[in-house]
């Protein structure tokens, strides 16, 4: 029989997985319309900090996928600039030119 300890061990780890899940929203930005292309970035956040794209990814998101999750994408660095909000459902995450961000994002955090 395991002892208390290895229990209480499981039981913590096992809640640290719902909460992380839980607080979690993955975003992905391609190169290309239709989700095609290379991937630009693929990233889970835990928080709602700026993340901004690498010089090879910066100003080339042509579509996003937002995994049920609610993000906004920025024209600049650091969150700054123009902005578009990108919720489930919503918008046009297969081509951004349809909303006039294609080839601008530069950054992005959840809403």
């Known amino acids: 029989m395991p002892s208390r300890a290895v229990i209480l061990s499981v039981l913590i780890v096992m809640v640290a997985l719902c909460i992380d899940v839980s607080q979690s929203a993955k975003i992905g930005l391609y190169a290309d319309p239709n989700h095609t292309g290379p991937i630009l970035a693929f ?23 937002t995994f049920g999750n609610c993000f906004i994408l920025f024209e600049h660095p650091k969150c700054k600039g123009r902005q ?7 918008g046009c995450h297969a081509n951004l030119k349809q909303c006039n961000f294609d080839d601008i994002t530069s950054s992005y955090r959840s809403c």
């Open 43 to 65: 990233h889970t956040m835990r928080d709602r900090s700026c993340y901004d794209l690498d010089s090879a990814e910066d100003n080339r998101a042509s579509a996003v996928n």
């Open 84 to 90: 578009m909000k990108v919720k489930p459902g919503e």
